[in-house]
């Protein structure tokens, strides 16, 4: 009876580490998330309705004020979309003062409206990291009236109506296609082959189009002639493709066979698997090729060991927007409805890190004068 | 007599209750190796799980949970693997919503349609994996498998670009677009919070108590009548249990199979009615991978109707509590993934233990009322 008992704790202690074995290899791109996580105070919002008026000028005029930050798919540590939010909010707390707590939803999305409203329990101001936050977002924000909302990537208006959703409700949106030409632009300056690629994190949901229709057009406007090679990791309602690196790094390494010598994503956390394709590519054929990173400026943000493979970024500054969305909060002059970032504000661009594209950053600035003046119109769909 | 069911019931609680406790000793061991303390964090579960609107979210997570725990249990319960849930349910919710919005009928006619065409749809998914085994011999886990694959990312995607309201996205606009064609008011079945509202406060901060949990109730009865007060649900268990004796007393397992396979697929195609009723619409924000956690559902639930809604309402409670984690930072969501899978591993062996103490019991039992009857 007692050896009986032994074995069975046994397999409970062998289970037991297995269980903790499978989290661990599976919480790789959330590593680092307990390490800078701020614990939300527990000021109830109320109390900080006087600092959103003029502060002291001496104390930062964000003290004493909380934010709450809802990743989304691929969540902290995607070297890409969230932690430039992230990027964005640690900038808030160290210029402005401010304190913040930070959430990831289930890996099924199911409790995205549960973590709004969390957040808008223990904080005035809430940012949405993603558009699949929107309807949520609209919804709790309808219930949160003292609350306000930010949502990055969705306009959060009612076009129907012509005006925001909610009163309290912000949406961020990029320029993502003009910035995406700029790119699109300097891999065409940059390939030797004429042949450069496009990978995109999820297809047809109107979002990433925005970047392969940008990039197709800045490289056509260098040259006309140029192959591009453009494919989708997954399809919506699919999401997966923005976080899988393995998938990616697959078909990079298919489009470097292709004779493509550059590689744009448009993937989120895939990306990581794209830098691998190249150093791997670059190694065994002896020839160099190039990935061009999105959204953070992922010279700064990939393994070392990848970094010289990132010939630049389309810089989608959502920690901008993040710091301007609590900033207006904190002055009282959050506003609602669409915000759209640009190159004329350097909502959009590109990143020079590495040097690998100072060569011809005067043609690019030509580009973007171009387009800011409205010479060149970046159509923002493929069709 | 009674001394004897009352040791039956405590027989049947003791293997969840033992599953229980030593998840929640093992799940406080790897708190404290990551540094949190597991006090503060299950003392702010329980907090937050006692709040009323937060029961809401439980009884909403759990409604779907509920359905495709019992979708999966219907196969179980006659040896059938149906991995096929999850695509099952997806399709099924897709066609649905836009059946369900290309008419426009009264309330009761709109909403009962779309749920027959739902359950049709799931049920004839996984009859195809049906039909495949009984007369090709192909496994229902392999066939499973691949249908999902089929589903999900080949025709779901197909059809949802398809069937996209207006026709096309516009990535100008608002995101807010993306998806099928918003289904009329009649056919989204309306929340019942004045039916909870009867036994306490108001309901707060805008949570709505899905109407489906209504459906998920009906479907647990008729499980339970189904399994045993039927023929079919006799049979079904008997070629379970052992297929060649069922064989031997007459029971078709073509038939059986067929039928379990595409009764699990009719309940798996209402698995998404609840998401359809709160969005109105098939859009991005439909959940997926309930088809895969109502597999362990069904587990912990042990087939049963009734244990697989504490099973899910235990799913639930934790998917909810980890939120309420981060946000305090009394411990990173992760570990409520450890104690799903701990407190699954942990009823599986302890109803194994339980079991085997219970037929030792039962055979001395037996044995001290034979020798009485001796006497």
Not at chain 1, 273 to 281: I, Q, R, Y
Not at chain 1, 347 to 367: K, M, N, Q, R
Not at chain 2, 139 to 149: D, G, H, R
Not at chain 2, 303 to 310: F, Q, S
Request: proline content about 3%.
């Amino acid at each position: 009876m007692l050896k009986k008992w032994k074995l069975i704790i046994a397999l409970f202690a062998v289970l037991g580490m297995l269980a903790a074995f499978g989290t661990g290899c599976g919480d790789d791109d959330d590593s680092g998330s307990s390490a800078s996580e701020a614990p939300a105070e527990e000021a109830p919002a109320e109390e900080e309705a006087p600092a959103e008026e003029e502060a002291p000028a001496e104390a930062l005029a964000g003290e004493g004020v909380t934010a709450g930050l809802v990743f989304d798919i691929g969540g902290r540590g995607d070297q890409s979309f969230n932690d430039s939010a992230a990027a964005g909010i640690e900038r808030a707390k160290a210029e402005l003062g401010i304190e913040f707590s930070e959430s990831s939803p289930n890996d099924d999305g199911s409790n995205r409206a549960e973590l709004l409203q969390l957040q808008a329990d223990n904080n005035p101001i809430v940012i949405a990291v993603g558009f699949l936050f929107a309807g949520d977002a609209a919804t709790v924000a309808a219930n949160n009236p003292d609350t306000n909302f930010a949502v990055i990537d969705d306009a959060m208006m009612d076009f129907e109506a012509g005006g925001p959703i909610a009163e309290n409700a912000a949406g961020l949106t990029f320029a993502e296609h003009e910035g995406s030409f700029l790119v699109g632009a300097a891999a065409a300056l940059k390939t030797q082959t004429g042949t450069v690629g496009f990978i995109g994190g999820v297809c047809c949901f109107g979002l990433i189009e925005k970047f392969e229709a940008g990039f197709t057009a800045g490289a056509k406007a260098v040259n006309p002639d140029i192959i591009i090679i453009s494919q989708y990791i997954t399809e919506f309602p699919d999401f997966d493709g923005f976080n899988a690196p393995d998938r990616a790094k697959e078909i990079a390494a298919a489009m470097y066979a292709d004779g493509a010598d550059i590689v744009y994503h448009a993937a989120g956390g895939s990306g990581a698997g794209l830098f691998e394709a190249a150093k791997e590519v670059s190694e065994n054929t002896g020839s160099k090729v190039w990935g061009i990173g999105v959204d953070s400026d992922q010279y700064n943000t990939v393994d070392d060991a990848v970094k010289e493979y990132v010939l630049t970024s389309m810089l989608k500054r959502v920690d901008n927007a993040v710091f301007l969305a609590i900033e207006s909060h904190i002055n009282g002059t959050f506003q609602a409805g669409q915000t759209a970032f640009g190159l004329s504000d350097d909502g959009v661009g590109y990143s020079t890190s590495g040097g690998y594209v100072d060569d011809i950053v005067d043609e690019l600035e030509a580009f973007k004068a171009d387009i800011v003046a409205g010479n060149i119109t970046v159509p923002d769909s493929m069709e | 007599m009674k001394n004897g069911s009352i040791r039956r019931i405590a027989l049947a609680l003791a293997a969840p209750f033992a599953a229980v406790v030593f998840a929640t000793i093992a799940s406080s061991i790897f708190l404290l190796i990551a540094g949190s303390n597991p006090f503060t964090a299950y003392g702010d579960m329980f907090e937050y799980g006692s709040r009323l609107e937060i029961q809401v979210d439980i009884l909403n997570r759990a409604t779907p949970l509920y359905i495709s725990g019992v979708a999966a249990a219907i196969g179980f319960r006659m040896n059938l693997f149906n991995i096929g849930v999850e695509g099952q349910y997806r399709l099924a919710a897709i066609v649905a919503a836009y059946v369900g919005a290309s008419v426009s009928l009264p309330g009761v006619l709109h909403v009962g349609l779309i749920l027959v065409v739902a359950m049709l749809v799931g049920g004839a998914y996984s009859g195809v994996a049906g039909v495949l085994k009984v007369t090709r011999g192909v496994n229902e886990v392999i066939s499973t498998i691949m249908l999902n694959a089929i589903a999900i990312s080949g025709l779901i995607a197909w059809l949802v670009r398809e069937w996209q309201a207006g026709g096309s996205v516009d990535a100008t606009t608002s995101n807010l677009g993306v998806g099928t064609e918003p289904i009329d008011e009649s056919g989204l079945i309306p929340n019942i919070n004045s039916w909870l509202e009867v036994f306490t406060r108001e309901i707060g901060k805008g949570k709505e108590l899905t109407g489906v949990i209504l459906v998920a109730i009906v479907v647990g009865i008729l499980y339970h009548i189904l399994i045993n007060r039927t023929r079919f649900g006799f049979d079904l268990r008997a070629t379970g249990i052992n297929p060649f004796a069922a064989r031997a007393g007459g029971v078709s397992d073509k038939k059986m199979v067929l039928g379990a396979m595409v009764l699990s697929g009719v309940v798996a195609g209402l698995v998404g009615m609840a998401e359809i009723a709160k969005l109105g619409r098939f859009n991005p924000n439909f959940v997926g991978g309930l088809g895969f956690a109502g597999i362990a559902v069904a587990l912990l639930g042990r087939n049963h109707p009734g244990g697989i809604a504490i099973g899910a309402l235990l799913f639930a409670f934790l998917d909810t509590a980890s939120g309420v984690l981060q946000v305090t930072g009394s411990a990173s969501r992760e570990i409520v993934f450890i104690m799903q899978g701990i407190i699954l591993l942990a009823a599986v062996i302890a109803y194994e233990v339980v079991q085997r103490f219970r037929i030792r019991e039962e055979a001395r039992l037996a044995s001290a009322l034979l020798e009485g009857d001796a006497q």
